[in-house]
């Protein structure tokens, strides 16, 4: 799939196209492994009437539980 992505520098951007791969084997092996406990964690620290502040930090708390995570495929 090709996909416009920008780069960055300094105060320009350059648009260009890149292939990406959305459903290989490591995106598959990063969804499992980490996207959902991680994103479970994150189901079950938010809730409604939080600030943006406790949510970044809840966020945050849950990615580091996985943080250096390595993909076994």
Known sequence: MLK???LARG???TPYVAK???NGRVQR???EQIGKPVGACVRGAVHAG????AI????ADCAKSHAG????M
């Open 11 to 13: 105060k320009s951007l």
């Open 50 to 53: 939080m600030n943006q502040t």
């Open 29 to 31: 092996a990063f969804k």
């Open 20 to 22: 990406v791969t959305t």
């Open 69 to 72: 995570t390595r993909l076994s």
């Open 56 to 59: 970044r930090k809840a966020v």
């Open 4 to 6: 416009v992505k920008l």
